[in-house]
């Protein structure tokens, strides 16, 4: 079965880091591009970071670009997404997704890991 498993969030102070972790299982990973959504309370789902099946191209949100990495280890079938300079507007459930490129509704999404940025 299809599975996706995040870890590393928790409470951070401002302008902390924090590097969250998923790991896959049940597919073929090298194969699915990467994304890291989250989704903040009252707010809509929001995509902060993509990786390509190939690792050779990755995108950001305007909002954490520069601080925030997105990274891949095929050979641990596993996504990170390194968290620099926090702010408490990153505060959010950070979800892990993996996407098929040309097939259709192949898509897993992980459980989520709470972020919380706060003095």
């Known amino acids: 079965q299809e599975q996706l498993v995040e870890s590393g969030g928790g409470l951070v102070q401002p302008g902390g880091s924090l590097r969250l972790s998923c790991v896959a299982s049940g597919f073929t990973f090298s194969r699915y591009s990467l994304n890291w959504y989250r989704q903040a309370p009252g707010k809509e789902r929001e995509l902060v970071a993509t990786m390509s099946s190939a690792g050779d191209r990755s995108n950001y949100v305007h909002s954490v670009k520069g601080r925030f990495t997105i990274s891949r280890d095929n050979a641990k079938n596993a996504v990170y997404l390194q968290m620099n300079s926090l702010k408490p507007e990153d505060t959010a459930v950070y979800y892990c997704?993996?996407?098929?490129?040309?097939?259709?509704?192949?898509?897993?999404w992980g459980q989520g890991t709470q972020v919380t940025v706060s003095s």
């Open positions: 997704n993996a996407r098929h490129p040309t097939i259709l509704g192949s898509v897993f």
